[in-house]
């Protein structure tokens, strides 16, 4: 059968529209609040981004089935630079970026033409990935879709910006920020290539003299300034001789660059290249001490000063340079000067256990390294850096701080130079090349009295953390990641100079930024109903209004005479905000975990009281295509509505989320699709084939059957509760196939025609337990079973009542002999004319019960079985078999504790009534010949090769001649 999975998505997806089934109002129903963070309209959705509002749906479809009043909306964020950027691209004609549009995301060309107004961009893509949402069947409620430049959300938004500004949590201040030098702005992830968040590192400049100039040079170890024996520049290095706040310095030309930004008043006076310093001397600035500047290879411009201290004791580089000066490698050099570097002893200043007097010598000698370009030297400097940082001690050569552990006495020896005022703070981007979006190298800024959100506000942190710790988080694994996201989290800058957005309310000239103002919007849809409706006008909502909302503050007959409605409707809006809060349910993408996500639960713990806090996050990784990761550039990017004509929308669900649970990188690939739709396809045939609600029989496969379903319905919700969504999706669609064969088996053995109600019974489980991951197809199987309502509004199925551990084991027990014939005859090659089965007696099966309870408190002694055995009349018989105990003991222990408890609970089964009334039918079907079965204790039996004695409970004999 060819299904038409696009005329079965549009059917169903007309039906639930029509039906306004999921415009969600507050009831008298428990309610369950599903959000997922909004998408950013630059561009078309791609397979990518579904995985999230797939998980998010999945969510909220299955908590709707389990009786809840579930909220799933939907906003879309315009706030940013990108959109802008875009837009200056379009207005130059930017023939990249137009081809872009045209033949990658088939935007028509009247389109285009528009796109040189910044919000025309994200109103195209916005619908274009509103109707991808649709398509892929989203149980959202559309009345409460915002942008986030509406008035109305710029008024919200503005109340928020007030609000944290009162509670001092937003300060005017000089801070560092990642910055982009082409469009004035500060970057974060979202601004980046790549999306990386951009942190920097402080180094210390330590000045050296050169008569009245200055050579600064930066590090990150300002106690190795007791080890220096010379500075190192690059002579093929053209650097600057430079006016810095009054002094001359000599630096790299990046260098410079990077100074301005961070608040260096620079005047270039002329260049000097690198060669002409060899051999010239600078004065250490703290002592007396003389250092020659020596050539090297290494120093490179773009990092620090391009000049560096060399302290050959502790840093390989250092060694092997000075060494190869010494043996001649190093060629333009001068003989008298190489003569005066034979005299350089590296000085030692640090005593690490494992280390000689000359750690750099030690590893560079095990390393087998010969010259300094020797790329193993990055690896000799980490493993003493690492290592003389957490063991080191300083020597007594290092005045006031001898003795002193490295790891503390950095920040000591930091204010000690700071102190004599020949040192200064050098910020550099700690990963080494961030690119703007623009295409711009970002650089490091100090940015004055600027607007920041004070993240590094001790008391903040701390009830954030407290949020963290009582919110449920899935995977649980990743709340250690937000607990590091606190720690190191430092003041943000919360203003932008460009972009859509709102103003912050108090400083015109500036923008909320993008990651700043969407951290508590989920509170403002429950309030975008009566937005969207004109119900409330923007014009209206004064910050009274949202106080009053929110926190039921004020006076509510004035508040509702200020904001132009009636106290009926203030009432009914603060009843909104107060039924749907606090967020149930926070979906998003691993790569927001440490900037959305944390400042999300920092801004809430801030501003609503603790019954509003978050509940809970739920945290996914990406989407690859064929094992690959999706990008432009590899050409492997699949547009999602592309995919939902081509595949269907359940397939594409099923896929996303089939190959992974949360944190996995999920696997996209046309195989798992067309597996899928197979699997579907022969599900929807059942439902055809079954769709009458006959009566259910009572044969025991029928009790059997419905057991094994009791207990797949509480694997699937055990599952589900934890969003293991794809361990769920097994169960579903595979973990009954075998139990259904087993069935059908039975029932078609015993020629049985009233099956079709069992079946029906259990395929519709399956189906409903499908329609949350599959609400399409669910649908069209649900209707094909025979039910007029649909799936969507069914209940979630229930599991534990009709759980019947006997019938249970009984199946089990005869499967199991089924299986035992079918290997003896494959290994003897007999085609059977005589299969007799002997069942174990009476004593055995209470020996084994005992047994069995005894492992389960915990004894697994064989002789304190036998001893206790036989001192019982029933069990005294043990004495005549005691290797009985041995191999019942050695069956149970091989047992799972799951199964061992089940057969507890089922009890001593008759194992000889079992196998004659329902084992014949098996036996004539596969064999075509009647069973014989004796008990072991049976007097009449025939058993002429001795074999009914070697039976066991749950272990019959068999003979097959
Ligand atoms: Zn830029």
């Not at 000066?325 to 000085?347: F, Y």
């Not at 003897?828 to 004593?843: A, E, H, L």
């Amino acid at each position: 059968m060819e299904l038409s999975w696009n005329q079965i998505d549009e059917k169903w997806r007309s039906k639930w529209h029509d039906a306004k089934d999921f415009e969600t109002d507050p009831n008298d129903k428990p309610k369950k609040f599903i959000t997922v963070a909004y998408p950013y309209p630059n561009s078309p959705q791609h397979i990518g981004h579904g995985r999230t509002y797939t998980l998010a749906d999945v969510h909220s479809r299955y908590y709707r089935m389990k009786g809840f009043n579930v909220l799933f909306p939907m906003g879309f964020h315009y706030t940013g630079t990108p959109i802008l950027g875009m837009s200056k691209r379009v207005q130059a004609n930017d023939v990249e970026l137009i081809n872009a549009f045209k033949t990658l995301y088939n935007v028509p060309e009247d389109k285009i033409k528009e796109f040189v107004d910044p919000v025309k961009i994200a109103d195209y893509f916005h619908e274009e990935i509103k109707s991808g949402m649709i398509e892929m069947g989203f149980s959202i409620d559309w009345r409460r879709e915002f942008t986030t430049i509406i008035p109305a959300y710029q008024k919200f938004i503005e109340w928020q910006f007030r609000n944290l500004k009162e509670k001092n949590l937003i300060v005017q201040g000089n801070h560092p920020v990642g910055w982009c030098p082409n469009d004035q702005n500060p970057v974060s992830q979202h601004d980046t290539l790549g999306d990386v968040e951009p942190d920097f590192t402080e180094y210390i400049m330590i000045k050296f003299n050169m008569g009245d100039e200055i050579i600064p040079v930066a590090t990150l170890r300002p106690e190795t300034l007791f080890g220096v024996t010379n500075l190192w520049i690059n002579p093929e290095i053209v650097y600057k001789k430079v006016k810095v706040d009054g002094e001359r310095w000599i630096i790299s030309a990046e260098c410079a660059y990077k100074l301005e930004f961070l608040d260096k008043k620079i005047e270039i006076i002329e260049d000097i290249l690198g060669s002409e310093l060899i051999g010239k001397k600078v004065h250490s600035p703290t002592n007396e001490d003389e250092f020659l500047i020596l050539p090297a290879s290494f120093v490179i411009a773009t990092t620090g000063t391009g000049i560096v201290m060399s302290v050959p004791a502790h840093a390989p580089y250092d060694f092997q340079a000075l060494e190869d000066i010494k043996n001649g490698n190093q060629k333009n050099i001068e003989d008298s000067l190489r003569d005066e570097v034979g005299k350089i002893q590296p000085v030692s200043i640090i005593t690490t256990e494992g280390f000689g007097d000359i750690p750099s010598l030690d590893v560079i000698k095990r390393m087998g390294i010969t010259n300094q370009d020797d790329p193993k030297l990055e690896d000799a400097t980490k493993e003493i850096y690492s290592k003389e940082f957490y063991e080191g001690k300083l020597n007594s050569n290092t005045g006031e701080f001898a003795g002193k552990k490295i790891t503390f006495v950095k920040e000591e020896v930091k204010e000690w130079i700071s102190k004599t005022g020949k040192s200064d703070i050098m910020l550099e981007l700690t990963n080494e090349s961030v690119k703007c979006r623009c295409g711009a190298e970002c650089v490091v800024k100090l940015l004055n009295n600027q607007w920041f959100l004070d993240y590094a506000n001790k008391e903040w942190k701390e009830k954030a953390h407290n949020c963290f710790e009582s919110m449920n988080i899935l995977p649980n694994e990743i709340r250690t990641e937000f607990f590091n996201v606190l720690d190191w989290l430092r003041e943000r800058a919360c203003a932008r100079q460009h972009g859509l957005g709102t103003r912050i309310p108090w400083d015109d000239d500036w923008l909320v930024e993008s990651l700043a103002d969407s951290v508590i919007y989920m509170s403002f849809y429950t309030m975008a109903k009566f937005v969207n409706s004109g119900e409330i006008l923007a014009e209206n909502m004064s910050d009274g209004f949202f106080n009053y909302i929110f926190y039921g503050g004020g006076d509510s007959e004035i508040i509702a005479k200020d904001a132009k409605i009636t106290a009926e409707k203030l009432e009914e809006i603060r009843n909104e905000f107060l039924y749907f809060y606090p967020v149930d349910s926070r979906h998003s993408g691993r790569d927001l975990v440490p900037n959305h996500l944390t400042f999300f639960v920092l801004n809430h713990v801030a501003i609503f009281p603790k019954e509003n806090w978050p509940k809970e996050i739920v945290v996914n990784g990406s989407v690859l295509m064929d094992g690959k990761k999706m990008s432009k550039s590899m050409g492997n990017i699949i547009p999602l509505r592309d995919a939902i004509r081509k595949y269907g929308a359940d397939p594409i669900r099923l896929s996303i989320l089939i190959s992974a649970e949360l944190l996995q990188d999920a696997d996209f690939n046309v195989e798992t699709i067309s597996s899928i739709k197979n699997k579907l396809e022969s599900m929807l045939e059942e439902c055809i084939k079954f769709n009458s609600h006959g009566k259910i029989g009572t044969e025991p496969e029928d009790i059997w059957i419905q057991s094994r379903l009791s207990k797949l319905i509480s694997e699937v919700t055990g599952s589900m509760e934890k969003m293991r969504l794809r361990e769920s999706l097994h169960h579903i669609l595979y973990g009954f196939d075998s139990d259904l064969q087993w069935y059908m088996k039975r029932a078609n053995a015993k020629n049985r025609d009233d099956i079709s109600g069992v079946l029906n019974k259990v395929i519709s489980i399956r189906v409903s337990m499908l329609s949350p991951f599959a609400p399409h197809v669910a649908e069209e199987m649900w209707e094909k079973l025979g039910n007029s309502d649909m799936v969507s509004k069914s209940s979630w199925p229930k599991g534990e009542e009709q759980t019947d551990d006997g019938a249970i084991q009984s199946e089990s027990l005869l499967s199991s002999v089924m299986d035992d014939i079918s290997n003896i005859t494959k290994v003897t090659k007999i085609t059977p004319k005589k299969i007799i089965i002997y069942t174990s007696d009476n004593w055995k099966s209470k020996a084994y019960h005992k047994i069995l309870s005894g492992v389960i408190s915990g004894e697994t002694n064989v002789g304190a079985f036998i001893k206790e055995l036989i001192s019982q009349k029933e069990t005294e018989n043990v004495k005549k078999d005691p290797d009985f105990v041995k191999k019942t003991l050695k069956d149970i222990l091989s047992e799972p504790t799951e199964l061992r408890k089940t057969k507890v609970r089922a009890g001593e089964i008759d194992e000889r009534k079992i196998i004659s009334s329902e084992l014949s039918s098996l036996i004539e079907t596969d064999y075509g010949i009647k069973l014989q079965v004796f008990s072991e204790n049976d007097s009449e039996k025939y058993d002429p090769k001795n074999k009914a004695r070697m039976a066991r409970p749950y272990k019959p004999a068999i003979l097959i001649e």
